[in-house]
């Protein structure tokens, strides 16, 4: 009984680990219309489909791709009030993140999205090809272009965020893609989605 | 090649002088002195073949990979310090690759690939200290831990599995595990072959202690800041590390027992590290790991603040960026500044903590000089239009 | 005591089975290959594909599921899977080429072209072939995938029109990991796997960059260590491969 009892969690353990294969099945398509983003912090209108998943990078956040994580991903953050961090913080022990703050100058802007996004993805090689004025949903912001790589990866992945502050809250839109084809094959609607999407 | 003579020299005093614990001088010489180089070793074994096959294609990968800093010139005094610490005719068997990582870290693969990350340059503060922690990686190496540790680590995941099951143990742990860390009593070998290496090397000893009780010392005022327990301390049954503490511990006493002599090379560590020294310390800020940041800067500036290490204060406390954060910034920019630096960066972050603090004027005009001295900088057009908005 | 054990037991399992029930399912419905639409087998008759170099992995799988590599088995499956592909070509139409050695910019340029193909094939099975997880947009099935137009450079580096990626990764069950498989299977009706065997192959035009053929599957048949079980596993590979000798299959 002892024995088939260990057995039994064993193999619920080893269940689990086994099939832990990406058990997120939960997409819903982005049609070609407005769309209300990040539980209603922002609208917007894409020029093609996109998937949502279901899974939100923050409590007012949430991340589309078109042909997978590997390939692009466009993540959505928006009414980030003053202490909040931009990517929802999972451990605040291991991995704390560095908290917006509303006087924060364009500049501080993208340093507090470089260590948010390094610290949530664990990247260690970011580098900053850009940074210059822009606006996101008509609203005075930064736009910063940057490179990255993952561990042992051959691959140069490029990232073009926008932030911006609208009353006192923070809102981001990042977008990232191996820089060979897949950046620029998307980078457009990416920019249009930018520069019209709507800040609540 | 002066240290070897001069330990040559004290080994010989010490036998001469110390007839009544000759037993205990045998001791010592065979603890010291190193066991003749046999060559790079072939793999034997099924398993030291499966390694060096895995090793031989990670490395093709390490080759290309974007996280690989590549600059000869350090590249080729990191080489020459390993070389330093075990001897020329060990050394060519690695081949080194400095990984851009903030963490304190290095590692040596049964294939000779030796993993330097940036964060232990940023962390030594003399060549003696590289020395140790490259010499203890190598102590690996020879010892051939990484298959002894992957046998270990098979047997223990299984073991883990089970005990975990019955005693209800954290199940993450099982997956946290990796299969490259060595066992304790691997570490503690390693420890002590780097210990031997260091003592025949032109550097003292003592540098090894010193590295592991900072490394305590980093975490405690991490731990502190977070409000987390303190580790290190003790060492506890699934750890594959023995804690700093007792490492420091036993390489402090290794370090007397030798009672050699040696040169830090503080110096020339400095001068070497300088034009990278801010920029691995960007890494690290990125972090938001302001305690253990600032820890490292201390222990790095000691009693001798150059002008490099204001500049990487201001750095650390702009970026923090509370009221009193943005005058300590201000008041390091400015020291910087006045003691003489090259690097622009202690303009930029000088105008954007003036900024910051509201004073919009002066800080337009620290951003004005930057902008003089490195046009075309990747965040010019931002700073322009804020220099423009103070002007207005 | 041993009531309460019991009953946790089954509330694991329960809370296990609820979890990944949705995975469970969705494992089995596992897509195994693509063809491009409008892609005729026509097109590649005559044309120069060059190989690029397999990337072969072999060992075995202690009981909690260890990677441990194993050299002899990995050198055997390498060696096999040369002497395989150089029969294999008696079933191709079309001549497979070695990868030219390349040095500096250039071996760069192909490192980051074989990881984009690394990232585009894990793309494909995450997102389309695992139709639990396909992505909406994807839903129709048709396979339309690429390296995008900047891939004419590796056609102009090799000379050669089309290019095949071939990637096998094998992971033999240890004995306890098989009485673990006997034990799970046994008394909770649960499939665990023993043992991991995957492998892809793809065929990408190089002057478009479109990914013309995927073959993928994560539990591939034949024992690579063995002849006859890489012959099984190279013709699983290619199985259906455009370039394909009708004939040849009755060899």
Known sequence: MKLHGGIIIASTVAAMALLSVPANAGWKRIEVEETKIAKGAMYATPASEWNRWSRRPARRGETWTKDGFQLNRLDFFGQIADGESIYKERSKKEKPLPKFRSDMLPTDLAELFEANFSIEHNITQFDVRSLEPAQLGGVAGVRMVYEYALPNDALTRVGEARLAVSAGQLYVINYTAPELHYFDASVDEVRAIMDNVELK | ?392 | MKFARLRAVFVAVAITLCTFGVAVESVSAQEKAGVRPGFEEAQIAGEKIVLFRPNVKVGSQSMAGLFEPRSEWTEDARRLMDAELVRAQSRLTNELQPMPALYGENAQLVAEYEALFASVASAVVEFQFFVGNRLPTRKKGDFDWTLGEGAERLSELTGARYGLFIYTEDHYGSTGRKILQFAAAGLLGVGVQSGVHKGYAGLVDLQTGHLLWLNADGQMGGDVREADGMEKRVRQLLEDFPGSLPEADDQ
């Open chain 2, 1 to 392: 090649m002066m240290g070897r003579a001069a330990f040559g020299a004290m080994l010989l005093a010490a036998t001469v002088l110390g007839a009544p614990a000759a037993s205990s001088a045998q001791e010592d010489r065979e603890n010291f002195l190193l066991p003749p180089w046999t060559g790079a070793y072939e793999p034997e074994n099924i398993d030291e073949r499966g390694f060096w096959r895995e090793w031989d294609e990670l490395e093709t990968r390490l080759k290309h990979s974007k996280y690989v800093v590549r600059d000869p010139a350090l590249q080729a005094y990191v080489e020459d310090v390993l070389c330093e610490a075990v001897g020329n005719d060990r050394c060519t068997a690695a081949r080194i690759y400095i990984l851009r990582e903030n963490s304190f870290n290095a590692w040596m693969a049964p294939n000779g690939t030796m993993g330097v990350h940036t964060g232990l340059l940023m962390r030594m503060r003399n060549e003696a200290e590289l020395a140790s922690v490259l010499g203890h990686e190598f102590g690996h190496f020879e010892k051939r831990h990484t298959l002894q540790g992957f046998k270990q680590q098979r047997r223990t995941s299984d073991i883990v599995m089970w005990a975990a099951i019955l005693a209800g143990i954290d199940l993450t742990n099982i997956y946290t595990l990796t299969i490259f860390e060595y066992g304790r009593e691997q570490e503690r070998e390693a420890d002590l072959v780097g210990a031997r290496y260091l003592a025949v090397s032109p550097y003292p000893s003592r540098a090894a202690a010193e590295v592991w009780i900072r490394l305590i010392d980093e975490d405690d005022a991490r731990a502190e800041e977070r409000k987390r327990r303190k580790r290190n301390r003790h060492t506890r049954w699934l750890d594959s590390h023995p804690a700093p503490l007792e490492r420091a511990g036993y390489l402090a006493r290794a370090a007397e027992a030798a009672a050699d002599e040696g040169d830090y090379r503080a110096d020339r560590y400095s001068e070497v590290m300088e034009p990278y020294l801010l920029g691995f310390y960007e890494d690290q800020l990125q972090r938001n790991d302001f305690a253990a940041s600032k820890f490292i800067l201390e222990q790095l500036a000691g009693e001798y603040w150059r002008p490099i290490h204001w500049v990487m204060q201001g750095e650390l406390h702009r970026k923090r960026g509370t009221p009193r954060d943005l005058v300590t910034a201000e008041e390091s920019y400015r020291r910087a500044i006045n003691e003489g630096t090259q690097r622009p960066e202690a303009w930029r972050g000088l105008g954007l903590a003036l900024m910051r603090s509201g004073d919009r004027e002066s800080g337009a005009e620290a951003l004005t000089t930057y902008l003089e001295k490195v046009p075309d900088a990747p965040d010019t057009a931002m700073l322009e239009m804020m220099v423009r908005g103070a002007q207005k």
